[in-house]
């Protein structure tokens, strides 16, 4: 079992930037892939990024330039940086672990126009 936790949501204006974490603890080899998630008021939870134990990365089209997704192995984390953040951005943002369907709490992001 990996356990997930994620910290760094908030509430933020357009234009802003916020960072989120996501902390992951248990089984920790079982990791290869991490990735982000988010769920909109509605909407269905969609893939927001993902990156892989060598660093490679995938980005949704709505995100691709604003947000970075890094890892740091040594620290069992991973990490989404969010720039130029937009009011449809607001969601709560879930981490991710692909080959053990681990998810973390949810962390909520809000941005107001």
Same mark, same amino acid.
């Given at each position: 079992?990996?356990?997930?936790?994620?910290?760094? *949501?908030?509430?933020? !204006? $357009?234009? &802003?930037?916020? #960072?989120? =974490?996501? /902390?992951?603890?248990? %089984?920790?080899?079982?990791? @290869?892939?991490? *990735?982000?998630?988010? !769920? $909109?008021? &509605?909407?269905? #939870?969609? =893939?927001? /990024?993902?990156?892989? %134990?060598?660093?490679?990365? @995938?980005?949704?089209?709505?995100?691709?330039?604003?947000?970075?997704?890094? #890892?740091?192995?040594?620290?069992?984390?991973?990490?989404?940086?969010?720039?130029?953040?937009?009011?449809?951005?607001?969601?709560?943002?879930?981490?991710?672990?692909?080959?053990?369907?681990?998810?973390?709490?949810?962390?909520?992001?809000?941005?107001?126009?």
């Amino acid at each position: 079992q990996v356990q997930l936790v994620e910290s760094g *949501g908030g509430l933020v !204006q $357009a234009g &802003g930037s916020l #960072r989120l =974490s996501c /902390a992951a603890s248990g %089984s920790i080899r079982s990791i @290869n892939a991490m *990735g982000w998630y988010r !769920q $909109a008021p &509605g909407k269905q #939870r969609e =893939s927001v /990024a993902i990156i892989t %134990s060598g660093g490679t990365t @995938n980005y949704a089209d709505s995100v691709r330039g604003r947000f970075t997704i890094s #890892r740091d192995g040594a620290k069992n984390t991973v990490y989404l940086q969010m720039n130029s953040l937009k009011p449809e951005d607001t969601a709560v943002y879930y981490c991710y672990v692909p080959a053990t369907g681990s998810w973390g709490q949810g962390t909520q992001v809000t941005v107001s126009s």
